[in-house]
Every structure is written in structure tokens, then in C-alpha cells.
């Protein structure tokens, strides 16, 4: 098996291929505005697609139902940078509407900030912390993988 792409069913395919494409500047490498699929490249050439969720309704023959809402996330989409200090100025001088600061997480040996894309979807923008602000329990179990 081989991953493919992470896709995400959207209801306004073009609010959603705007903020990936400009907003977030990902590169596409399939597909336009108006369209019902895109990909971009996120490392992997076709790595993030969106597609309209009404017609993977139809292929799955639950056109009928309605989409979930006030859930908790099930999904993440977790993006490295190099600076996120950096990144989140950008990204926010480009209209993202974020969740948080950059706040540094100890326990998971990065610093990360979150928002959402149009359609709801949670993102992560994460770069590493240096090993000295680890906490002691990631510092430790890192050293079982060393």
C-alpha cells in the first residue's frame, strides 16, 4: 500500500480551493476555481485534494444524509514549518483566522498554532522545539527510540 492523498469532501469546493491555493499559497497540481476536484502539492505532489462531498455522497449512496456538526475533531491536517513565528505572521497578514498563538507544547517537543480552513477543517502548523524545553516524561521516552 502506498498513501495516495488525504481528501477532503467540501461543500463550497471553491471558498476551500481559494484558501489552500492563495491564502495558504499551496502549490496545484490539479484542477481550478469552479472546478469539483484539486490537488496541492504539500511534499508530496498531490499529497491534499478536496472534492465536493456532494458527489462522493452519491458514489457512497448517502446523498440523503446530513453532514456532522458540534463534534469534537476526528482529524487534523499537521503541516511543518521552519519558523512558525514567522508563518503565523504571515499567514495571518493573509486572513487566517487562527485558533491560538504560537504556544510552545513541552510535552510534545514543538510549537504550535491551530485554525481552521473554510469548510471547518482543523490545521496545525508546528515547528521543533529545541530538546532542552522537552519536558522530562518526552525526554525520556525519547531515549527509547534513540
Known sequence: MELNCIRLMVKDFDSC??????????????GKQGGVYASFDIGLPSGLSIFKSDLMA?????????LPTGLRDRSAIIIKVTD???????????GVKFLSEPKEMPGW?????????????????WSELPMEKWDKDLLEEAEGYQ
Open 84 to 94: 512558525i513565528d514567522e508563518t503565523w505572521k504571515e499567514l495571518n497578514s493573509r
Open 109 to 125: 517537543g514543538m510549537t504550535v498554532a491551530h485554525f481552521r480552513d473554510p469548510e471547518g477543517n482543523l490545521l496545525e502548523i
Open 17 to 30: 480551493f481559494k484558501f489552500y491555493s492563495e491564502t495558504l499559497g499551496l502549490k496545484v497540481t490539479w
Open 58 to 66: 452519491e458514489a457512497l449512496g448517502n446523498a440523503d444524509k446530513a
